[in-house]
């Protein structure tokens, strides 16, 4: 082959901000930006996967061929941290820059994969992978599939069959494997299958308390509601003692604070009967709605309990 | 004189007054009358004589197709006369006629009718009241049966199709493309042994039907006994070479009715999935031969011979689409509706008009296409239109278009005269058809793309490529005759 | 062997076309995936033209979104039948439908062995016809 050949020449060009706002990507991005608070590194991982797949698309455009990139990922982090959000936003992305044919999410844990007897795993795993086909398979707590102390475990059959899959059918599905990051790590080690077929690791850090707070008020503006200023600073309290205790769930915590903080909002305009309400009454929450709360009365009893406190 | 808003004298003693007095008057009008869900609706194209108002032309028109005589009867008076009588209650000019134009004033009239005029299941008495004396009436000059819309309550006192679409699909095992058939030719001449032949020839190279014609009955060059027992052998041998069910309409229409039954249970004996008759023999022929059908899993292929005498001429006859809508009714699986694209009339609008007639569950109002009513079909099967008359390969993406999947797509001559033989016309004919529904369902645009299509099919089809070479200029370019009133520009059939 | 022009069993759409690739049979399965038709595979070692009932390699597939899904089960049935005959479905399930509205064959045996004609004669010059799949001599287990 000559060496003018492998010469890029400039006759051919690409329409970089074409293809870029044709895929209309930079809503998604912004969107991501808006909707989702802190998670930088996160993002940044996104917007590389985006820049390379748009490349891509540019690439093709002029025949230099180089297959498909591999596409499956594992999101590791803390419960609530925002794993299952992100991996919905990605089938999105994906399905913008035609990495994938139809962009839907579909999401198991090892239920809906592994089988109870004998013959029964292999038909509900490849039963899942068609119903996923032309999007993203999100495996949630993926470690479980994989049980070393049970010998006779089906979850290692279902494992190759996704193997497979992940292997010759890239251009037809995306796997997004989920969980802690500890135990997703020990998976890993005892199946390099896997982990060599994974492309993109992400790990989702933690929230700090200002992010936390930040999270709690997009959460009560998506559904009409405020924090008064006082409420706004006690709140912040709760967030910190919050994330002390067990069981602490992130994202998830603070919207299951809320619920019980509209309920107790709730609670307190009924008995206030005898007055009319306005527009802003109905959707404060006041700082009496959070101190109510099982962290800030330690040791009393507290109605509106629940498993999250 | 005692009246209503109509004019019709109300008075009993003046309205039966003996001599002759306007229709108008006797109470054939009633532009206030409510259609009921069950009555009969019958819309008239009518051209008054000179001098005669349309309303009265149009009570006319209701009287003389119900109760009416042209003098008054003390007998109606035994009788509830208020309820037998039509009523015409709406008479519309129609577009691009009267004065103005270069054409007579023509009108539309509608005609209610009492579900309780007509005997159920029975075509006969339904056309024996609404086409049976009026045509010849003289107060109108001449007059079509536009259309008519049938109460699902009479509707369900019919059996329609024996089969239906669906389950002759089934039956034969085709799904997903328009069927393929042939009409043996010559038309007449062939010995049972020679016609034999190019029926096995054309359905082993790809057709799934042949086709007697409308004329080969029993005639002294082929007796009916040996064209059916050549034709199955035929058939047979082409289902044994090929692994599909074929057939062949072997056409029954006889002299008596005892005839055709003893041709029809023959035809069953040797194994036919299908059977034909011809529109000619009449309505209750059709029906006893329907139920026939049904009774035998038989499937009913209707020719309708004849009908051109009277569903041509715009202002005089009866439209095609009310044949249409009476042979769902009367139950055959099969009529020959047009081609749009073919040597045999029919504007595009027109035919697909008859096809959602035939096809469809339900036909909501659509004057472009002639439909005047909504009309629910009550479940009645669906019943298969039959497009032939001068039709080839070449054609295949526009009939594709016009006519949908639906449709048994007869080619006589481009079968039978492809110059490589009956065989290789099958073969042309079956792999345009099925590259066709392959670009279609591929999601091309297959009726800009579809010479390029059958192109590319050609090329591993060499009869293919004869048959586009052989028949590439030929088109049938006149005008249509019957064509929609409602369409801004009237379109010629291409 | 079949003798007709094809030279092969010409049941469903496109037996008269040259054998379809993994990419049009991809297409056909997104046209009636857009219809919401629901699609099955089916196979047989007896294609007698009266068999209605071939063997169903699994449910009809409802729900799915994407033809690779029923490709994969398709290559699957091909390497578990790979002398069969197998041919996709896709079963629409409108009101005054409910029937198959697609049909057509993505597998064959090597060697399609056709059928026999068999006439029983009877008085008046009146003949029965049977079909016989030469498949069939063979025992079920031991065909193709
Ligand atoms: N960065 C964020 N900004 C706003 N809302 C968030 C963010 N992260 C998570 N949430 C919200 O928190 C809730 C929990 O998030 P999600 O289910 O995605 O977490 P997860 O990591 O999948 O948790 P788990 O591991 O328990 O399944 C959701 O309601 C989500 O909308
Ligand atoms: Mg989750």
């Known amino acids: 082959m000559s060496d003018a050949e492998n010469t890029p020449s400039d006759v051919n060009e690409v329409d970089i901000d074409a293809v870029y706002k044709e895929s209309a990507i930079q809503d998604v991005l912004d969107r991501l930006d808006a909707e989702l608070v802190g998670l930088v590194p996160v993002k940044t991982r996104i917007r590389e996967i985006a820049a390379l797949l748009l490349v891509d698309k540019l690439r093709r455009q002029l025949d230099l061929t180089a297959g498909n990139p591999s596409m499956h990922m594992s999101f590791t982090g803390n419960p609530g941290t925002g794993k299952t959000t992100v991996a919905m936003r990605m089938a999105d992305i994906l399905h913008r820059l035609g990495y994938v044919r139809q962009g839907h999410l579909v999401a198991v844990t090892r239920d809906d994969l592994v089988g109870q007897y004998i013959g029964h795993t292999a038909p509900k795993t490849r039963e899942v992978l068609k119903k996923a086909m032309g999007g993203v398979l999100f495996i949630d707590e993926a470690y479980y599939l994989y049980k070393p102390e049970n010998e006779r475990d089906y979850g290692a059959e279902s494992i190759e069959i996704l193997l497979q899959v992940m292997e010759n059918q890239r251009d037809d599905l995306v796997v997004i494997l989920a969980g802690y990051k500890d135990r997703m790590d020990k998976f890993f080690e005892s199946n390099p299958g896997m982990s060599s077929r994974i492309a993109h690791h992400i790990d989702f850090p933690n929230y700090n308390p200002d992010e936390l707070v930040q999270i709690a008020k997009l959460m009560l503006a998506e559904s009409n509601y405020r924090m008064s200023a006082e409420a706004e600073e006690v709140f912040s309290e709760y967030v910190k003692k919050r994330m002390e205790m067990p069981n602490f769930a992130n994202a998830r915590s603070i919207r299951n604070a809320l619920d019980r903080a509209r309920l107790r909002q709730a609670n307190r305009l009924f008995n206030s009967r005898g007055r009319m309400l306005t527009k802003v009454d109905l959707m404060t929450i006041e700082a009496e709605d959070l101190l109510k709360s099982r962290i800030f009365a330690q040791g009393t009893d507290e109605s509106t309990q629940d498993d999250d406190e | ?494 | 062997m079949i003798t007709n022009p094809t030279g092969r069993l010409t049941q469903g759409q496109f037996s008269f076309l040259p054998d379809l690739t993994d990419e049009q049979i991809s297409a056909q399965i997104k046209w009636a995936l857009a219809h919401d038709w629901a699609v099955s595979i089916e196979y047989t070692d007896d294609p007698h033209p009266r068999n209605t009932y071939w063997e169903m390699f699994g449910l009809p597939m409802f729900d799915l979104k994407d033809p690779a899904a029923i490709l994969m089960e398709v290559n699957e049935a091909r390497k578990t039948f790979p002398n069969h005959y197998i041919r996709v479905m896709a079963f629409n399930s409108t009101r005054g439908v409910e029937s198959p509205a697609m049909s057509f064959i993505v597998n064959r045996p090597a060697n399609e062995p056709g059928f026999g004609l068999v006439r029983a004669e009877g008085p008046g010059r009146e003949i029965r016809y049977s079909f016989h799949s030469y498949a069939t001599d063979k025992p079920e287990s031991e065909r193709y």
Not at chain 2, 206 to 232: A, C, V
Not at chain 2, 288 to 301: G, P, T, Y
């Open chain 2, 1 to 494: 004189m005692n009246s209503n808003g109509s004019g019709q004298i109300t008075d009993a003693a003046e309205r039966y007054k003996s001599g002759v007095i306007p229709y108008k008057k006797m109470g054939y009008w009633d532009a206030d009358y409510q259609p009921k869900e069950t009555d009969i609706i019958a819309l008239f194209r009518l051209t008054p004589q000179p001098g005669v108002d349309p309303d009265e032309a149009a009570a006319a028109v209701a009287g003389e197709s119900s109760t009416a005589t042209w003098t008054v009867v003390w007998t109606d008076r035994l009788t509830a006369a208020e309820l037998y009588r039509a009523k015409a209650y709406r008479v519309d000019l129609v577009p691009n006629t009267g004065p103005g134009t270069n054409n007579e004033a023509q009108y539309f009239a509608y005609i209610a009718y009492d579900l309780d005029l007509f005997e159920e299941g029975s075509i006969a008495n339904l056309t024996a009241s609404i086409i049976g004396n009026v045509f010849g009436f003289k107060a109108v000059k001449a007059l079509r049966l536009e259309d008519m819309r049938i109460p699902v309550a009479y509707l369900k006192t019919f059996q329609g199709p024996a089969t239906g679409i669906i389950v002759e699909r089934e039956r034969l095992d085709k799904f997903g493309r328009p069927i393929l058939g042939a009409t043996v030719k010559p038309k007449l001449g062939l010995s049972g042994r020679n016609y034999g032949r190019v029926v096995y020839e054309a359905l082993k190279g790809g057709l799934d039907f042949t086709k007697d014609d409308e004329n080969i009955n029993s005639q002294p060059f082929m007796h009916w006994r040996d064209r059916y027992l050549y034709s199955m052998e035929a058939v047979n041998r082409a289902s044994a070479t090929t692994g599909e069910v074929k057939g062949h309409y072997l056409n029954v229409t006889a002299g008596t009715m005892e005839a055709m039954y003893e041709r029809a249970e023959f035809a069953k004996s040797l194994g036919s999935v299908i059977v034909m008759i011809d529109l000619v023999i009449g309505y209750t022929a059709i029906q006893s031969m329907a139920k026939w059908a049904r009774d035998n899993s038989m499937i009913l292929h209707l020719h309708r011979a004849g009908h051109g005498t009277y569903t041509r001429q715009k202002n005089h006859g009866i439209n095609f689409r009310v044949i249409s809508k009476w042979m769902r009714m009367a139950g055959v699986d099969h009529i020959h509706a047009g081609t749009v694209v073919g040597k045999l009339e029919g504007d595009p609008n027109m035919v697909q008009g008859f096809y959602d007639i035939l096809r469809e569950p339900y036909n909501a109002m659509n004057l472009e296409r002639g439909i005047f009513f909504d009309q629910p079909w009550a479940s009645l099967k669906k019943v298969m239109p039959v497009a032939s008359g001068g039709i080839h390969a070449g054609q295949m993406h526009q009939l594709l278009h016009y006519l949908g999947e639906d449709v048994v797509l007869q080619f006589g001559g481009g079968t039978i005269g492809h110059p490589m033989g009956v065989q290789a016309g099958a073969t042309a004919n079956r792999v345009a058809l099925e590259a066709m529904i392959m670009a279609r369902n591929e999601g091309r645009d297959f009726l800009s793309e579809g010479p390029k299509i059958l192109d590319e099919a050609a090329k591993t089809c060499s009869p293919l490529r004869a048959a586009l070479d052989t028949w590439k200029d030929i088109t049938f370019n006149y005008a249509s005759t019957d064509t929609p009133d409602f369409v801004p520009t009237t379109t010629g059939s291409i």
